[in-house]
Structures are given as C-alpha cells and as structure tokens.
Nanobody
Framework: QVQLLETGGGSVQAGGSLRLSCAAS????????MAWFRQRPGEDREGVAR???????TVADSVKGRFSVSRDSAKNTLYLQMISLEPDDTGIYYC???????????????WGQGTQVTVSS
C-alpha cells in the first residue's frame, strides 16, 4: 500500500558524494523504522543505515563516518547522505520501511525499486 521511490543515484568518482532520497506515497503506517539497504555486485543485500520513529539513527560499521541518514517527516522523505565514496560502495541502494528496526531485510515490509550508485576509481 505504501510506495517508496528512490532518487539521487548516479556515477561519481572516488572521493565524491551523493545524496539519495526516498519519497513515500503516504506516511508509512505502523512503520517504526526506515532504512537504507544496498546490494553490491555478487553480494547479498545488506543494511547500511536506519532511522527510528523518534529520530535516532544508526549506520553500519562499514560506512560509519561516511554515510548519514535523516528524514523530513513533513515531506515523507528519507535521505542518505554519502561522502568520501569508494569503489566498493558501488551497488543498488534500496529504501525500506517496516514495523521492526534491525539490520535484517526480512523485518521490512515496504521496499523501493532501488537506485544505482556507481563509484569509479
């Protein structure tokens, strides 16, 4: 019922930055958590950042210090700010929302279609 749409992906050189946006068609009901996942080539989908209903956020160790997550509740929009991008950050980035807040993709009910991020060396 809730649709999520990611935008902001693209191609950048190593060391560059991107900001991804995730717009929700409506305020996600019964969604305690919103998160960003990514799927790198040949790898399983992994969580990179999450933000709770109260506003507190957490990023994965792999991107700590480089990625941050925020939201604009009035716009029903989630953001992922990425700086100091590395070639290993290349992958498809997905927005997700669900009633539980964890790094497990199975805990999320709603998913966007993903946006491609490519980082060249």
């Amino acid at each position: 019922q809730v649709q999520l749409l990611e935008t902001g992906g693209g191609s950048v050189q190593a060391g560059g930055s991107l900001r991804l946006s995730c717009a929700a068609s409506k305020s996600p009901a019964n969604t305690y958590c919103m998160a960003w996942f990514r799927q790198r080539p040949g790898e399983d989908r992994e969580g990179v950042a999450r933000i709770y209903r109260g506003g507190s956020s957490t990023v994965a160790d792999s991107v700590k210090g480089r990625f941050s997550v925020s939201r604009d509740s009035a716009k029903n929009t989630l953001y992922l700010q990425m700086i100091s991008l590395e070639p290993d950050d290349t992958g498809i980035y997905y927005c997700a929302a669900g009633p539980y807040c964890s790094w497990s993709k199975s805990d999320y009910t709603f998913w966007g279609q993903g946006t491609q991020v490519t980082v060249s060396s």
